[in-house]
């Protein structure tokens, strides 16, 4: 299976930056790239990245998208919308999401729906807390969160991409080991597995402090099919390296 290297911007970027890396990003790839490339970025940047990365190797997505089709939900942005703009992917259930906007498995289940309804595959990011992984409750925590999708979307469990995301390895330079996210890789294979014929088409992401001296390492673990980068993505030559180190 290729692996899949997505970028998650955040809240970062302005037109003239986004310009830059991404020049910067579809230039260092023109030579070839075995690896699928995604940026995931501000919904108000998706008409500037279309523009900028169409007839490239590099795909786009959004952050978030709304669980709700369409109607008064003011400031939501929905699935067909994100099509529009010629998204590829949209991330759910980050755990910023879940974290400051109270984003419940329920909600990161429907969301997960509307991004399939619309022909986007969600991003669907489980991942523990440091007190959770201490309580010895990681294995519960990443299990739920991804029954819940699970449960939701049914038969098109096998058309998401899964990202484990610790919460304590998130943005804080403390990577999970390549041993304690293979394993928590393999659970969340498992129970794909044992919801899907098709698990094997499911790519499994590691996110958490991934960057240019540590994901060789990573990604070289069996069940790890790829990486949701967050700072190191905002830095073409870095990116550049962690889609090297998948190829
Ligand atoms: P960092 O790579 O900055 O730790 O962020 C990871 C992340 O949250 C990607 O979604």
Redesign the pocket.
């Given at each position: 299976m290729r692996k899949l290297i997505a970028g998650?911007w955040?809240m970062h970027g302005s037109l003239a930056d986004n310009e830059a890396l991404l020049r910067a990003l579809c230039g260092g790839l023109a030579a070839g790239v075995h690896a699928d490339v995604a940026v995931c970025v501000p919904a108000p940047y998706l008409a500037q990245v279309q523009a900028l990365c169409t007839g490239s190797p590099v795909t786009w997505g959004a952050q978030d998208v709304s669980a709700h089709e369409a109607g008064p939900y003011t400031g939501e942005v929905s699935a067909s919308m994100l099509r529009d703009f010629g998204c590829r992917w949209a991330?759910v259930g980050?755990?910023?999401r879940r974290q400051y906007h109270g984003e419940t498995d329920e909600i990161v289940a429907r969301k997960a729906q509307q991004a399939l309804a619309c022909g986007i595959t969600p991003i669907v990011?489980v991942g523990e807390t440091e007190a959770e992984r201490a309580q010895g409750d990681t294995e519960i925590v990443v299990k739920r969160q991804l029954a819940a999708v699970i449960h939701v979307v049914r038969h098109c469990i096998s058309e998401i991409v899964v990202?484990y995301?610790p919460v304590w390895?998130?943005?804080?330079?403390r990577t999970a080991t390549p041993e304690q996210a293979q394993a928590v890789h393999a659970v969340l294979r498992a129970q794909l597995r044992a919801a899907s014929a098709s698990e094997r088409r499911v790519r499994i992401l590691y996110?958490?402090?991934?960057?240019a001296g540590n994901a060789a390492a990573l990604l070289a673990q069996p069940d790890i099919d790829g990486g949701?980068?967050?700072?190191?993505?905002l830095r073409a030559h870095e990116f550049l390296q962690i889609i090297a180190a998948a190829s």
């Open positions: 998650n955040k991330i980050h755990s910023e990011c990202a995301e390895a998130i943005g804080t330079g996110g958490g402090s991934m960057n949701l980068i967050g700072s190191a993505s």
